[in-house]
């Protein structure tokens, strides 16, 4: 069992370049498969989750294969399988966007019902309501979801909440549907805008990513050419290390990142008395280790992300008075605080909020990550904590970020992975 040590109380000091974006790459994977020839997908991180949906296409009948360091090629065969392996789909939720592409492509698909981690209720009832939208036939019966149609047709959909998952499955599907598809309460996210760029390459018409309502005109076929796509900087791994500067009071330069996809967190710090200076591409952080609480909301995109949550209450674990954390997004994201409690934090959850009141240490203890985010919040903790910090559950961590204990030693952490 690996295990992540760390010896906490060091301010962190460098640069650091930020890793491709985890949410766009698994699904411009998945979406891949309607891929006529073959794609190049550069700034891939090697991660957990890369890895096991590298597993899910190759079941599914594409080939792929390492160019170099963070370049996929991928070619989809002829005949594509339509089921996608129990086993894989129980390890990671991104599975299930494997769905829209296979069926408009195929006219059918067969899962299990996804895993990943969990962080409260996250069905796929709009992802499949889209589905039977469009035409498709759709059964759920022991524990697996079955989808066939003959032929899609273009429809309006209103989503009843902007689910990123569900958005992204429509998307693909309606692609080579007949006639116009519109999506509207849309989910926002940059990730999307990234499948519709990298869909439009392929010879999709979609149009209005990034904003509540999304048209796709079905076109009859995709051209048959290569794609070379780079994808976006992960704004989530680029957040957890501006909140690593924060909790440690350090000065960390971001490389290679989109200030703009994460304004939600920086005018956040910037109330707690962080500085932060943009640079083109490049950002630094600054932190006196004095932070002010502050109260924050989580919403969908362009609000404050539910991915950095678990990370920013372990920020304000340590400022100066009583911050309220409200979780909009999953109810169920709280299961960390009882670790961080362990390390001397004083939290209260009351329903979906976290009522947190500054301490004025952590300290080192024996704490377990129960999800990805999760991890990187302990990882935070340990970091300012006084002492040892051991942490388990890595294998969480790892889903997510790319040689995270490798970055944070080149920023002068003192911190180890141990087997």
């Given at each position: 069992m690996e295990q992540l040590h760390i010896v906490g109380g060091r301010r962190l000091h460098g640069q650091v370049r930020i890793s491709g974006a985890k949410n766009a790459v698994l699904k411009l994977m998945a979406a891949s498969l309607l891929v006529e020839n073959e794609c190049i997908i550069r700034n891939v991180p090697l991660i957990k989750d890369v890895l096991t949906m590298i597993e899910v296409l190759r079941n599914l009948g594409v080939e792929l294969s390492w160019e170099e360091e963070a370049v996929l090629?991928?070619?989809?065969?002829?005949?594509?399988?339509?089921?996608?392996?129990?086993?894989?789909?129980?390890?990671?939720?991104?599975?299930?966007?494997?769905?829209?592409?296979?069926?408009?492509?195929?006219?059918?698909?067969?899962?299990?019902?996804?895993?990943?981690?969990?962080?409260?209720q996250r069905p796929i009832d709009l992802h499949l309501k889209g589905f039977q939208a469009l035409g498709a036939h759709v059964v759920e019966e022991h524990g697996y979801v079955y989808a066939e149609a003959s032929k899609l047709k273009g429809v309006d959909i209103h989503l009843d909440?902007?689910?990123?998952?569900?958005?992204?499955?429509?998307?693909?599907?309606?692609?080579?549907?007949?006639?116009?598809?519109?999506?509207?309460?849309?989910?926002?996210?940059?990730?999307i805008i990234e499948e519709q760029n990298f869909?439009?390459?392929?010879?999709?018409?979609?149009?209005?990513?990034?904003?509540?309502?999304?048209?796709?005109?079905?076109?009859p076929a995709l051209r048959s050419v290569p794609v070379d796509y780079t994808v976006i900087p992960d704004r989530i791994e680029a957040g957890t290390y501006i909140l690593a500067a924060a909790i440690t009071g350090g000065e960390i330069t971001l490389l290679d990142v989109i200030p703009e996809h994460f304004?939600?967190?920086?005018?956040?710090?910037?109330?707690?008395?962080?500085?932060?200076?943009?640079?083109?591409?490049?950002?630094?952080?600054?932190?006196?280790?004095?932070?002010?609480?502050?109260?924050?909301?989580?919403?969908?995109?362009?609000?404050?992300?539910?991915?950095?949550?678990?990370?920013?209450?372990?920020?304000?674990?340590?400022?100066?008075?009583?911050?309220?954390?409200?979780?909009?997004v999953f109810g169920g994201r709280f299961r960390y605080v009882d670790e961080l409690v362990r390390m001397g934090a004083n939290i209260r959850v009351e329903g979906r909020s976290a009522v947190v009141k500054g301490v004025k240490r952590l300290t080192g203890a024996a704490v377990i990550a129960p999800d990805l985010r999760a991890g990187a919040a302990l990882v935070l903790a340990g970091l300012a904590a006084e002492g040892k910090t051991v942490i388990e559950g890595v294998h969480f961590i790892d889903r997510g970020y790319e040689r995270i204990e490798e970055k944070l030693s080149s920023l002068g952490a003192e911190i180890s992975l141990i087997n």
């Open positions: 090629r991928i070619k989809p065969k002829k005949g594509l399988n339509y089921v996608a392996p129990d086993e894989l789909v129980r390890e990671m939720r991104a599975s299930v966007q494997v769905m829209g592409p296979l069926l408009t492509k195929i006219g059918k698909v067969k899962l299990f019902q996804p895993g990943g981690c969990v962080i409260g909440f902007p689910s990123v998952g569900a958005t992204e499955n429509i998307m693909a599907a309606a692609i080579l549907a007949e006639g116009t598809t519109v999506i509207k309460n849309a989910a926002k996210e940059p990730e869909y439009n390459r392929l010879g999709a018409r979609i149009r209005g990513a990034g904003t509540d309502t999304i048209r796709i005109e079905g076109v304004e939600a967190l920086t005018s956040k710090l910037k109330e707690c008395g962080v500085q932060i200076q943009i640079d083109g591409d490049n950002m630094t952080v600054a932190s006196s280790g004095k932070l002010k609480a502050i109260d924050v909301t989580i919403l969908p995109y362009p609000g404050f992300p539910t991915d950095l949550q678990p990370q920013m209450t372990a920020v304000m674990s340590l400022a100066d008075g009583t911050s309220l954390i409200t979780e909009n």
